[in-house]
């Protein structure tokens, strides 16, 4: 019998291998360059940028960055070579699988988001509904 469950019981001596997890966001290496610039800029506490999904717009939802003097509890990091973009805990499930941009051209230059989680956007592109 304990042949049995020896042949069934999994080793203790053998650890779990964890994969890494991928960033919930792709930040572009232009994105990450404005974040670099952003953070140069900022005040000297600031620890990075946090990537926020306030309710606001005429679709609900808009995308907001803000300076950081240290993460708060549940913000996820996502290290960036320009600096970390904390994503905070509430929009996570919001922006998992994004891309995030940054666009210049003539008229306007500016973060852009490439979201699958968003089912709708206003008609300028500045908030989105899921």
Excluded: H
């Excluded at 291998?17 to 572009?28: C, G, H, M, S």
């Excluded at 973009?85 to 509430?90: M, N, Q, R, W």
């Amino acid at each position: 019998m304990e042949a049995l469950l020896d042949a069934v019981t999994p080793a203790a001596a053998e650890p779990r291998v964890r994969r890494p997890r991928p960033p919930p966001i792709t930040v572009t290496p232009a994105a990450a360059e404005r974040i670099a610039d952003l953070i140069a800029k900022a005040p000297e506490a600031a620890a990075g940028v946090r990537l926020t999904t306030p309710k606001r717009g005429c679709s609900g939802l808009a995308y907001s960055l803000a300076y950081v003097t240290a993460p708060a509890p549940g913000d996820e990091p996502v290290a960036t070579p320009g600096g970390t973009l904390f994503i905070d805990a509430g929009a996570l499930m919001y922006l998992i699988g994004s891309d995030m941009d940054w666009v210049e051209d003539d008229f306007a230059a500016g973060f852009v988001f490439t979201n699958p989680n968003a089912k709708g956007q206003c008609g300028c592109g500045e908030s989105f509904t899921v």
